[in-house]
């Protein structure tokens, strides 16, 4: 079968490899269909593995993460049959640690990510553990791989304590924050969208967001005063992975709001502790998704189909992956969501 091999740092060859033969025990074997290229790819593609958890080896590796599937051999489980279509969610927990007692199986700290440390969606067929595959109806091929990405939004609200008709300010119109910005008008928020490039404040503005800006930080706290009468947000959610955001948000925030850190940064910033107790907000860290948050965002994709259509600018075929990694790794700015589109 074909597949996208990252066979090591910044080398990915699409070839020729033994693919997986009958489903084993508790396993299922999917012909991928749609795989989203997300910016969490780049880090295994680029060699910088230390952001990833532990020594281990990453190489030679099938990377996508974001996978839609029709199931070629459903093997011994009863939940799905040859032929649905599936998405797949990306995490194997140990169900051993600490966060996996505390029913946070997202941040466990011994997880195996498919397309990170198994093999993943850039192939012609896949075995994966058969509790990672989900039914999705009759949702099309790439709104199915857009359902990852959307659990990840869902995640992040569920931390946020959303409330219906809330105010809340959204940094990063990318496809994290454009998810985020659909699931919490679906949930009754009001949305202020942050993002510096002009076409995807358009898109935000069309996708549901009450307000969309761009401004130096003094003046965007201002704005948000104005737009809050004068409290500040009562929640702030960080998609963006700007490293200077968290302080501007913190400020920003109302007294007594939440600010979610979803984006992931490398760098450090100064930040003044005392606005948490001044104000006492609740910082909070979010990350992946849980089984129940990708669950929820299987309805929640199905439910805004037209406007997750929307997210999808760029196909390559497989025979192109790597021209799509790099392509995608240049941040193109008309660039929202890029698809490698494998069967
Ligand atoms: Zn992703
Ligand atoms: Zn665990």
Known sequence: MLAAVTRSPGEMVVEDVSGPGRARAGHVIVRPEAVGICGSDFHLFSGDVG???????????????????????????????????????????????????????????????????LDGGLAERLEVPAELVFGVGDLDPDSASFVEPA???????????????????????????????????????????????????????????????????????????????SEGPPLVIETSGEV????????????AGRVVVVGMSCGAVPIRPGAFPEKEIDVIGSSCATAGDFRDAIKLVAAHRTAVAELFSHHFPLARAAEAFEFAMSRPQDAVKIVVTVN
């Open 244 to 255: 200077g955001v968290l302080p501007q948000a913190a400020d920003m925030v109302s007294a």
């Open 151 to 229: 659990s990840v939004a869902v995640h992040a609200l569920a931390r946020a304590r959303l409330q219906p008709g809330e105010q809340m300010v959204v940094f990063g119109a990318g496809p994290i924050g454009l998810a985020t910005l659909v699931a919490a008008v679906s949930q009754g928020a009001r949305v202020l969208t942050v993002d510096p490039v002009a076409s995807r404040r358009d898109l935000a503005k069309r996708l549901g967001a009450e307000a969309v800006t761009w401004a130096p930080a003094a003046e965007l706290r201002e704005l948000t005063r104005e737009w809050t009468n």
């Open 51 to 117: 952001a990833l958890s532990g020594a281990r080896d990453f190489y030679p590796r099938v990377q996508g993460h974001e996978v839609s599937a029709l199931v070629e051999d459903a093997g011994d489980s009863t939940n799905i049959a040859n032929g649905d279509r599936v998405a797949i969610w990306p995490l194997l927990p140990c169900g051993r640690c600490y966060p996996c007692r505390a029913a946070r199986p997202n941040v466990c700290i011994r997880f195996q990510l498919v397309g990170v440390h």
